[in-house]
Every structure is written in structure tokens, then in C-alpha cells.
């Protein structure tokens, strides 16, 4: 990479469950593979990543091969997760072996973010990591959580990390190409490559989540915590995970998917 000086120190990506899953919700390596490779040539960069991840609870029902007969669905989400979480890092460690670079898992509450011990707690936990040269991969602690008190995704834990840790920069990796200023199958419709803050750019989100899927967010919660975070002065994008390189072209300042700007 070149320009080294300009670019971002810390940058925080979250990837999400219909990123890393199948139609049958199983997580695929290759798509693993193409994450790590980027964070690891990032990470070589002297640029620290910080991941957000979901998938636990695809990895659980992965592992468990069979619907579990528990009605209650918080119930079935923690054991879903309590399953997962050691199974989706395993992934993850094994290929950043690979790399020889080192990551650490880092699970948390709502409550963590409050103002207090326990943020001051988290704020050493990550930068303990970081200055060890040891990648955090974060996630929601669906075991504990209290749905009355629950991020309303990952959406939302990846923006506060990123004002957390005082982020050079946040990119939101979907499945989509970015936000789109109409239905996206629709003829004409457009990627818009910039949004600002202040824009009703909401009339455009059409994305209301599928039923089907695992992963609780959506384009509208994308677009909404994304605002949130430029807001603080933190450059946010928003971005098709599966394009070739999209995290290594996106810190180089090529114009890939939708840029959310503070005014």
C-alpha cells in the first residue's frame, strides 16, 4: 500500500450473518478466508482491525444439526450461541494462524457501554489487545443479554466500539452494494456513492430484513448506526463484503459502495 501517513490507524469492520452464511445458514470458509486475508495484509499495514462479527448463532445450529424443540426464543438464542461462540472462533483463529497474527474475543453487554466501571473496563480490555498486537473480534454476549436491554444488532455494537476506541474509520460489510436510491432489483436504481447525516435518505432504504435469515439487521440499521458514527467525526462505509479486496480499496480511497458523511 501506498501514502502510508494518511491513512486510517484503527479501523473497525463488522461483518454480518448473511455475509458469512448460505442459504442453509452455514458459515462458509471461503468467505472467511477473503476477511482475514484483507484484515491480516491491513493489520502487516501497521492498521489495527477491529472485527465485528455475528454468526454465532448460525455456527450453533451448525453444530447442533437439528432444530432445537424449545419454544422460547431467547432461550434458543443463548443455547444457539453459547454453541456457536467457540465454533466461530475457532474459524477465526485458525486462518489468523495462518497469517501469524494473534486475536482475542471480546464479548459484550449493552450494559458495558454505560458510563462507569464497566466501560472504563472495556475500553482497557481493547486497548490491552491492541497495544499486545492481538486482533479483537467482538460480538454480542447472547448468552447474557437481556432482550430488554440487547443491542438492536450488531449494527448498533459496531458503532459504539467505534466511538469507543476513537475509530479512524468504520465499514459496514453486507451483502448488498451499498444504499441503493430505490428498490435495488429495480431498473435504474443506483448505488449512492456519499450520504450525508443530515439526508432523508431513509425513503430509500427498502431492505426490511428477511424472515428467513439469521441476522437481525437490515439496510435501514446500517444506514442509521452509520450516521450515527460519521457524526463523530468517523469516515463510515457501507459496502458489498464479497467484492475482491473491498476493504484494502476502501482504506486506499477507492470509491466502493456508499460513503455516510458527516456535513
Same mark, same amino acid.
Given at each position: 500500500?501506498?501514502?502510508?501517513?494518511?491513512?486510517?490507524?484503527?479501523?473497525?469492520?463488522?461483518?454480518?450473518?448473511?455475509?458469512?452464511?448460505?442459504?442453509?445458514?452455514?458459515?462458509?470458509?471461503?468467505?472467511?478466508?477473503?476477511?482475514?486475508?484483507?484484515?491480516?495484509?491491513?493489520?502487516?499495514? !501497521?492498521?489495527?482491525?477491529? $472485527? =465485528?462479527? %455475528? /454468526?454465532? @448463532?448460525?455456527?450453533?445450529? *451448525?453444530?447442533?444439526?437439528?432444530? &432445537? +424443540?424449545?419454544?422460547?426464543?431467547?432461550?434458543?438464542?443463548?443455547?444457539?450461541?453459547?454453541?456457536?461462540?467457540?465454533?466461530?472462533?475457532?474459524?477465526?483463529?485458525?486462518?489468523?494462524?495462518?497469517?501469524?497474527?494473534?486475536?482475542?474475543?471480546?464479548?459484550?453487554?449493552?450494559?458495558?457501554?454505560?458510563?462507569?466501571?464497566?466501560?472504563?473496563?472495556?475500553? !482497557?480490555?481493547?486497548?490491552? $489487545? =491492541?497495544? %499486545? /498486537?492481538? @486482533?479483537?473480534?467482538?460480538? *454480542?454476549?447472547?448468552?447474557?443479554? &437481556? +432482550?430488554?436491554?440487547?443491542?438492536?444488532?450488531?449494527?448498533?455494537?459496531?458503532?459504539?466500539?467505534?466511538?469507543?476506541?476513537?475509530?479512524?474509520?468504520?465499514?459496514?460489510?453486507?451483502?448488498?452494494?451499498?444504499?441503493?436510491?430505490?428498490?435495488?432489483?429495480?431498473a435504474h436504481t443506483e448505488v449512492l456513492e456519499e450520504?450525508?447525516?443530515?439526508?432523508?435518505?431513509?425513503?430509500?432504504?427498502?431492505?426490511?430484513?428477511?424472515?428467513?435469515?439469521?441476522?437481525?439487521?437490515?439496510?435501514?440499521?446500517?444506514?442509521?448506526?452509520?450516521?450515527?458514527?460519521?457524526?463523530?467525526?468517523?469516515?463510515?462505509?457501507?459496502?458489498?463484503?464479497?467484492?475482491?479486496?473491498?476493504?484494502?480499496?476502501?482504506?486506499?480511497?477507492?470509491?466502493?459502495?456508499?460513503?455516510?458523511?458527516?456535513?
Amino acid at each position: 500500500m501506498e501514502n502510508l501517513s494518511k491513512k486510517p490507524r484503527k479501523i473497525v469492520v463488522k461483518v454480518g450473518s448473511n455475509m458469512l452464511t448460505n442459504h442453509k445458514n452455514r458459515i462458509m470458509d471461503t468467505v472467511l478466508q477473503h476477511l482475514v486475508g484483507q484484515l491480516a495484509e491491513l493489520y502487516e499495514d !501497521n492498521i489495527m482491525p477491529i $472485527l =465485528i462479527t %455475528s /454468526g454465532s @448463532v448460525a455456527a450453533g445450529m *451448525e453444530a447442533m444439526g437439528r432444530e &432445537l +424443540s424449545i419454544k422460547d426464543d431467547a432461550v434458543r438464542r443463548q443455547i444457539y450461541s453459547s454453541m456457536g461462540q467457540p465454533r466461530l472462533m475457532r474459524h477465526y483463529y485458525e486462518i489468523f494462524q495462518q497469517y501469524g497474527i494473534r486475536c482475542g474475543q471480546v464479548l459484550a453487554t449493552k450494559r458495558d457501554f454505560s458510563p462507569g466501571k464497566h466501560r472504563e473496563n472495556m475500553i !482497557n480490555c481493547y486497548n490491552g $489487545l =491492541i497495544a %499486545s /498486537g492481538i @486482533v479483537p473480534i467482538a460480538n *454480542e454476549d447472547d448468552t447474557v443479554s &437481556l +432482550s430488554m436491554s440487547a443491542f438492536s444488532d450488531n449494527d448498533e455494537l459496531a458503532a459504539l466500539v467505534a466511538e469507543l476506541l476513537e475509530a479512524d474509520m468504520l465499514i459496514f460489510l453486507t451483502h448488498k452494494d451499498g444504499v441503493f436510491n430505490g428498490p435495488p432489483d429495480a431498473a435504474h436504481t443506483e448505488v449512492l456513492e456519499e450520504v450525508k447525516i443530515d439526508e432523508k435518505t431513509e425513503q430509500y432504504i427498502h431492505d426490511k430484513g428477511d424472515p428467513k435469515t439469521i441476522g437481525r439487521g437490515n439496510m435501514a440499521s446500517k444506514l442509521k448506526m452509520a450516521k450515527k458514527a460519521a457524526s463523530k467525526n468517523i469516515a463510515v462505509h457501507i459496502a458489498n463484503g464479497t467484492t475482491p479486496n473491498v476493504l484494502l480499496d476502501i482504506v486506499n480511497g477507492k470509491q466502493i459502495g456508499t460513503r455516510v458523511m458527516a456535513n
